[in-house]
């Protein structure tokens, strides 16, 4: 498979710009902005079947051309960084191995939206990495890569570092553009959408590192060498990223619709310590958990994930081997969301709360049996009802944790004992 | 005008218009607790959501823009939204406290309120397991805030934002933590509107200081009346119990107030029962000082001496002068009075800038204290202080009839009215206070004070108000109107009868400025004069 994002790690300093020049860097960057235009741009995006890598996996070009492009007010491009999702750890790297792919992604993506100011949103943990981005983002300007007349094409753009505060809320992209504002960062209710109305009240696009990435190879290989990887409805590559119980846990490029089981047994060198598999939650902490049996069905691709009633959302691969104890693996997240709610709607302000308590008091042994079904009322009532999907974000996993792994909830909420022991494989 | 369906009824709203304003504009109530027609729409109680056919989930109302051929189904024929709001119920009272025996709120409450309406499940959860946070906050002298009932619908936040243009309060913290909060330890809020946020606190978050703990609501009596505090005439709910008013609350009015009144206003309502209210009349009975006597005899007394100085120095010897704090019904009546018993004597009416204080503000205050500054106008009562001034200087005027002001201690006549003063053979001063100018008079009749009374003002732009009377008269204290019957009765004047209505409905019938209007027709929201 040829390597969309990866091709440079590995490569010593590839940090640098004259690392990434003598790799062809800028290339592509200067080669757009001179000839061109904003609906061929917008079109060749579309025609390469790109999704949106953040989680949802909206067409990229699709999402483009929502911008009114000949409005009169500035266009702003901000790219997501704020990757925050338990699990996830793909955008850190290519801030952090390649960022001149990201500021070249920006230039490319800037002279599409007619954009002349992009923003980087950086998550607030991320203490090295916007050092590093920022760096980049100097060295590019010092060798007149951004700025005014970038590359010497004419084109006009700045591109702003900015770091958050560390809330996983700004990951949403009008939590981050509130955020960005200087306000608390609070999503906004849609519509309006960020396309028409978003950052200071201008058309806005929202992408996520790895999707801005991927538009240097984009342009230089075309639409129909980057449909030759993945499946039909989702071509090319993806940046997956695996932890938990396995041997070789970390980030890895992988065609798309590659069987999950594959990834997990082979990319990833298979359940740690010669243990059985329990099951994995494929796509970041927010989207049902898959048990066993079903890893061996899954491929890793936006359909086949959806067929099986769970999402390839931003690709953060938890895997949980026989040991874990499911209860409290779900106190964990539990406590995740509450902890990261905004506080603004009311369902999700206290069920996400609600919901932990629930659990803490389960796990703590000090449950009683009708907190399981407490637990599904809280998630079923928290489902759809609120500004953005935080809620269902943990609504998602206790629903597939008590459907799929019931019988761990009622024995401890009955018995105060769990029905694995933590660390013993059976 | 774009046309909606909702329940099944079509409706006309008007363009732009959100769905829960399209719904309260025809009578349909949607449970809500953030939304507040005079501010922005926030969307985050979700307690308003509504089925929107074609959308794939349930639609906040408040952030919902009506749309040609919309179809909406409310609480009132959907189940889903009926449960939706039943679990939005469940998750606000979560964390609750659940202490509405010792809460102000308690009564009018909207958590107690959709409590009954839509939810009426046991809690879930223990006490001794809730979220607790920070209680009994003071956001000013005025406000006091209790995190823990707060359900951050933040209606505050945007009222200080909106209507004060004032950046005071904020939410703070995360999810369950979250909290509303001045943006320093040592802020405090500094509107002068600030208590409005307790008035449309949903719940029992803020409460004001000066009724906390006072009275339980519904022992209360609620009478619609107009804050007399100045010439603006905001519209208010007075609350009281047992012949003791208790609080103003505003009324809405749009071509007045909106929703909101002053903090200064808001406590007017203490010159009720103020210490220097004068309870009974009095009477000088030899020397400078008056006694308390009875009715009888003050009115007797009084139309005897002035019966007296008509006779020695003929009808213009006797002169009156009007209130801009008394109602339009009395100052009224006075003009009648003289008009059919002393022809050609003066009725004066205070000069418009007499109780000007400061300039008008951006919102509401007026500048002006009188609440009826605008009644000698439109009565026609066009003589002067001044004028009447020099004639008790010149000897020509013997006896003064007076209404409410205390002319001896303001303005830029007081010293020389206060001296002239001595000079009168009677001066009669019908007022509820025992100021300055009342404790030189021969006669003091005691005037009620217009929450205990009925009648109209008619504030600085034209509009003629009624108020009602709250609480019956103190002790022995009689309406204006009733004194100046007795008074013309004793006289032997006629004048109009009946209590502030009929008066008005007999100066309407008569008076130019007031045509096409009546009591009936002012209704709550009263009416402009006649150009």
């Known amino acids: 498979m040829e390597k969309v994002l990866t091709s440079l790690w590995g490569v010593e300093n590839s940090h640098k710009l004259d690392v990434y020049k003598s790799h062809g860097g800028y290339e592509m960057a200067k080669q757009v902005l001179s000839d061109w235009d904003s609906p061929k741009l917008i079109e060749h995006v579309k025609a390469t079947g790109l999704r949106g890598r953040g989680g949802a996996g909206f067409p990229t070009g699709l999402k483009w051309s929502f911008v009114p492009i000949d409005s009169e007010k500035p266009k702003y491009l901000c790219v997501n960084a704020d990757e925050s999702e338990p699990g996830t750890a793909k955008d850190r790297y290519v801030l952090e191995r390649t960022p001149h792919l990201l500021i070249e992604g920006v230039l490319i993506a800037a002279k599409a939206l007619k954009c002349h100011h992009a923003f980087i949103y950086c998550r607030g943990e991320f203490y090295d990495q916007l050092a590093i981005v920022r760096a980049a983002v100097e060295e590019a300007k010092a060798a007149g890569i951004v700025g005014k007349n970038a590359l010497g094409t004419g084109y006009d753009i700045q591109v702003t570092v900015h770091s958050g505060f560390g809330a996983y809320i700004c990951g949403e992209e009008t939590g981050l553009i509130e955020s960005l504002e200087g306000k608390k960062g609070q999503p906004r209710i849609k519509p309006p959408f960020p396309a028409v109305h978003g950052l200071y009240g201008c058309p806005t696009v929202v992408n996520n590192v790895e999707t801005i990435a991927a538009l240097p190879w984009l342009i230089k290989n075309g639409p129909e060498a980057y449909k030759k990887m993945g499946t039909e409805k989702s071509p090319g590559s993806k940046l997956m990223s695996i932890s938990g119980h396995v041997e070789r846990p970390g980030t890895y490029e992988i065609e798309l619709g590659m069987p999950l089981k594959d990834f997990i047994n082979e990319t990833a060198g298979g359940i740690w310590k010669g243990r059985k598999l329990k099951a994995c939650i494929p796509g970041g902490s927010s989207v049902p958990v898959l048990t066993a049996e079903e890893v061996e069905k899954v491929n890793l691709d936006y359909e086949s994930c959806a067929a099986n009633g769970t999402m390839l959302g931003s690709g953060g691969c938890i895997v949980m081997d026989e040991t874990v104890d499911m209860v409290h693996m779900l106190r964990v997240l539990g406590h995740f969301y509450s902890h990261e709610s905004c506080g603004q709607c009311t369902p999700c302000r206290r069920g996400t709360s609600w919901a932990h308590r629930t659990l803490c008091r389960i796990d703590d042994g000090e449950g009683k049996p009708e907190d399981v079904e407490t637990l599904l009322h809280i998630a079923n009532n928290m489902t759809g009802r609120t500004i953005c999907p935080l809620a269902d974000a943990l609504a998602m996993p206790i629903k597939s944790f008590l459907t799929k792994f019931r019988e761990e909830f009622d024995y401890k909420a009955r018995t105060g004992k769990s029905l694995v022991q933590p660390g013993k494989a059976a | ?531």
């Open chain 2, 1 to 531: 005008m774009p046309k909606i369906t909702i329940d099944g009824t079509e409706f006309e709203a008007k363009d732009g218009a959100t769905v829960i304003q399209t719904c309260a504009d025809n009578g349909i109530d949607i449970g809500h607790y953030c939304w507040h027609p005079g501010l922005s729409p926030e969307g985050n109680c979700r307690m308003c959501l509504v089925e929107v056919e074609k959308a794939p989930k349930l639609m906040p109302s408040c952030m919902t823009t009506v749309g040609d051929g919309m179809v909406v189904k409310t609480q009132h024929t959907s189940e889903k939204v009926r449960e939706a709001q039943r679990d939005v119920m469940e998750f606000l009272l979560v964390d609750h406290p659940i202490d509405c025996p010792i809460c102000d709120q308690a009564g009018e409450c909207k958590l107690q309120d959709y409590y009954m309406q839509y939810d009426r499940q046991p809690s879930q959860v223990p006490l001794d397991s809730k979220v607790h946070k920070p209680k009994r906050q003071k956001f000013s002298e005025q406000v006091t805030y209790d995190a823990e009932r707060c359900i951050l619908c933040t209606r505050c936040v945007r009222f200080c934002r909106e209507i004060e243009g004032k950046e005071e309060l904020g939410m703070i913290n995360r999810g369950a933590v979250s909290l509303i909060s001045l943006y320093n330890d040592e802020a405090k809020l500094s509107g002068d509107y600030q208590v409005n946020i307790v008035d449309i606190c949903p719940v029992g978050a803020l409460t004001h200081s000066d009724f906390r703990f006072k009275k339980r609501v519904w022992f209360m009596d609620y009478t619609p009346s107009i804050c007399a505090g100045c010439s603006r005439g905001c519209n208010v709910t007075v609350g009281s119990h047992n012949a003791k008013v208790y609080r103003y609350k505003p009324r809405e009015n749009q071509d007045v107030n909106q929703w909101w009144m002053c903090d200064e206003g808001r406590l007017t309502y203490k010159q009720v029962h103020a210490e220097g209210r004068l309870l009974k009349p009095r009477l000088r009975s030899g020397g400078d000082n008056s006694e308390y006597t009875d009715w009888r005899r003050v009115l007797d007394r009084s139309a005897d001496v002035i019966k007296l100085l008509e006779k020695k120095e003929g009808p213009q010897a006797i002169a009156a002068i009007g209130s801009p704090l008394a109602s339009t019904e009395e100052n009224y009546l006075l003009k009648k009075l003289f008009a059919a018993r002393f022809p050609g004597a003066k009725v004066a009416f205070p000069a418009a800038d007499l109780y000007k204080e400061g300039g008008p503000d951006k919102l509401l205050k007026t500048g002006d204290k009188a609440p009826n500054a605008r009644a000698g106008a439109a009565l026609g009562l066009t003589d002067t202080i001044e004028s009447v001034i020099e004639g008790i200087e010149a000897g020509t005027i013997k006896a003064l009839y007076m209404l409410g002001d205390d002319l001896a201690a303001t303005g830029p006549l007081a010293e020389r009215f206060a001296k002239a003063a001595e000079k009168l053979s009677w001066l009669m001063v019908q007022s509820p206070y025992y100021h300055a100018t009342a404790q030189r008079a021969h006669a003091v009749l005691a005037a009620t004070h217009h929450l205990e009374s009925q009648g109209t003002f008619i504030n600085f732009e034209g509009r003629v108000q009624r108020f009602a009377p709250a609480i019956k008269p103190q002790v022995e204290a009689r309406t204006g109107v009733q004194i100046l019957q007795d008074m013309a009765a004793a006289l032997g004047a006629d004048i109009p009868g009946g209590e502030g209505a009929q008066v008005f409905d007999a100066l309407a019938a008569e008076e130019k400025q007031f045509s096409g209007l009546s009591w009936n027709a002012l209704g709550d929201q009263g009416a402009k004069l006649g150009q």
